[in-house]
């Protein structure tokens, strides 16, 4: 098996991806969002946070007007039922999660997380792959298996992640190694065409 993945990966190189090296997250109110972005996504990923903040804050407003004007919402008698100093503490207290100028911070990290990846860490906008090590599991393998026996051309950053995925060869349990060699194969058998 280690022959099979020392050829893939001789038929792989020069591989002509470079991976992102910084990702970024946004903050917001003092709250991570959890999720990373490359440089070029990140922008894109602010404007579209700050309309969310704006459309979820019009439909807070819009709600207690509706209650103001016909005493209802959704079909509801609110008026009533509630006293105005009640509605009033209501509507600031939901306003109070959208804020009309949200703070909105953008935070770069090391998106590697020292290791311990079971896949490779990608933009969650756009898919460009963040540098990062990883080991694959027998989950990994078993996709990847189905994607690339699907493949008639490699693209570089799938060349990336393949290369990754067999270095890390050495250090796999036996079901997984299995799995990396199917994958291999396949990919022996797209770089000889």
Known sequence: MKKIIKKAIGLLGPIDYEPEYVGYYLRVNGDDTCETFCEDCIGHQT?????????ERQKVL??????????????????????????????RYELRRYPARPRIETCSHDPDFSGGLSSPHSCDECGKYFYSYFEPDLEYTENMLECIDKEVDLSESL????NMAFDSFSRLNDDVKKELAKIAKIVIKILEK
């Open 62 to 91: 819009d709600k207690f007007d509706e209650i103001e004007k016909t005493g209802r919402y959704k079909g509801k008698k609110i008026k009533g039922k509630y006293t105005d100093e009640q509605i009033q503490r209501g509507k």
């Open 159 to 162: 060349k990336w992640e393949l």
């Open 47 to 55: 404007k579209a946070t700050r309309k969310y903040y704006k459309e």
